[in-house]
């Protein structure tokens, strides 16, 4: 089955950059959809951004719109999320997952372990 693992997460000041990479193995990575969700503590799972197989299609949440950018690499088996202008509320524990396109968890099929970012004031 498809393993996924997240990496590029840490300690950020307010205002700062940071991508997140997820590296997909055991499956045909082009054939899937990819989403970002993140965990804010004490908090439910919420919609990050999303992109289709082949890469031509994204969707991303209000929150994020404008500041975040993700991406696909079919050639490499990997995706990430490029976060810009983070600010504290950003802070969370940031999930990739393969499925469907779409902003529900029920899309995707495939989960990594997560990444924490921490954004301070």
């Known amino acids: 089955q498809v393993h996924l693992v997240e990496s590029g997460g840490g300690l950020v000041q307010a205002g700062d950059s940071l991508t997140l990479s997820c590296t997909a193995s055991?499956?045909?990575?082009?054939?899937?959809?990819m989403g970002w969700f993140r965990q804010p503590p004490g908090k439910e799972r919420e919609f990050v951004a999303a992109i289709n197989w082949s890469g031509g299609t994204t969707a991303y949440a209000d929150s994020v719109k404008g500041r975040f950018a993700i991406s696909k690499d079919n050639a490499k088996n990997t995706g990430s999320l490029q976060m810009n202008s983070l600010k504290p509320e950003d802070t969370a524990l940031y999930y990739c997952a393969l499925g469907a396109f779409g902003r529900s968890s029920t899309n995707f099929g495939a989960w990594g372990q997560g990444t924490q970012v921490t954004v301070s004031s």
């Open positions: 055991g499956g045909t990575f082009s054939s899937y959809g």
